[in-house]
């Protein structure tokens, strides 16, 4: 009766979706060792009773808007020394979290950011700053951006609170079309 009830095929699909989500919890966690600061950023798009039309839509501007504070970062960071040399290239992984709404009217979408690999002559209110600007140069940005130094050894705290959406089911909430990982970086994950 049981066999009826688990098919072969969805027991193999869910062993592949344990191993995918595993996968990514070990990428992460690699990454997270190489990260120094995290950021989060708010948008003006409330998301509370909205459609699933309207959310996509938020969500695309959101992604938009990721792209502009990564590329205006760099820069702002390096100059175009990130276009020079590779090793310079900051990481950047995005989050965008908040379109799973049904309890709060003034939730809006927002991004928790995770930034390293950054020019060590800048402190974390340079960064504050930095990151603070570009963000609000975008339409959708609100003014409530917020940075957290991120120590050795407490990866794993900051990882849960990143993926807590992905672990209730938003597959979708990394936003690895946005990311940036220095291939330095990844050879390190590539080799442990």
Known sequence: MWYLQHPPQCLHSQQLNRRAQQAQQDYLAGISQHCSYGLTLHTTFKTFGRSSLTLLDYFETTRHSLHQLRVRSNRALTGNGWQRNP????IFVPVIEGTVNTYDRNRTL??????????????????????????????????????????????????????????????????????????HILATLQAA
Request: include cysteine; hydrophobic fraction near 30%.
């Open 87 to 90: 090793r310079y290239l900051p």
């Open 110 to 183: 927002h991004i928790h950011l995770a930034v390293g690999n950054l020019p060590e002559r800048y402190a974390e209110r340079d960064l504050l700053g930095i990151y603070r600007g570009c963000w609000l140069s975008n339409r959708c940005a609100a003014d409530n951006v917020k940075i957290a130094r991120l120590w050795r050894g407490q990866e794993d705290g900051w990882l849960n609170y990143f993926t807590k959406e992905e672990e209730q089911g938003r597959t979708d909430t990394i936003d690895y079309y946005n990311s940036q990982i220095p291939q």
